[in-house]
């Protein structure tokens, strides 16, 4: 992941315009452990997690609402819910695909949230 950040932060500071408009966030399992491993976000203040996906996805809904500008991104305690009943359906949603819980391929996986999140917004 180091050089594909570099490569990230590179286009930011010194592509063209629409490059210069790229934003990130970046996760870490625990606070400050980045400086083990890339002192290159120094100043890039990453957000932890502590491993627990409940904390990632606020620090990402958070994120993405200052980011993006929008005011239509649902509450975390909306997303929360949203997350444990999407929990509570994937077995179904992963059987119906012919596919064990623990060997969903990742394009087949994104297929399952986005059919999930299509039958959330209807």
């Known amino acids: 992941m180091p050089f594909e950040?570099?490569?990230?932060?590179?286009?930011r500071y010194l592509g063209i315009n629409e490059?210069?408009?790229?934003?990130?966030?970046?996760?870490?399992?625990?606070?400050f452990t980045y400086q083990q491993y890339i002192s290159d976000l120094n100043g890039i203040d990453p957000r932890e997690h502590n491993n627990d996906p409940l904390i990632a996805m606020r620090r990402v809904r958070?994120?993405?609402?200052?980011?993006?500008?929008r005011t239509t991104i649902p509450s975390p305690t909306t997303l929360?819910?949203?997350?444990?009943?999407?929990?509570?359906?994937l077995p179904a949603l992963a059987q119906q695909l012919d596919f064990a819980i623990d060997d969903i391929p990742?394009?087949?996986?994104?297929?399952?949230?986005?059919?999930?999140?299509?039958?959330?917004?209807?």
Not at 5 to 10: D, R, V
Not at 62 to 69: E, I, V
Not at 80 to 89: A, H, M, R, T, V
Not at 107 to 121: C, H, K, L, S
């Open 5 to 11: 950040l570099g490569i990230f932060f590179g286009a």
């Open 19 to 31: 490059q210069r408009k790229k934003n990130a966030l970046i996760l870490e399992r625990t606070r």
């Open 62 to 69: 958070d994120w993405l609402r200052t980011a993006s500008g």
């Open 80 to 89: 929360l819910n949203q997350y444990g009943q999407f929990q509570q359906n």
């Open 106 to 122: 990742f394009v087949d996986f994104m297929y399952i949230v986005g059919r999930a999140v299509n039958e959330q917004i209807k």
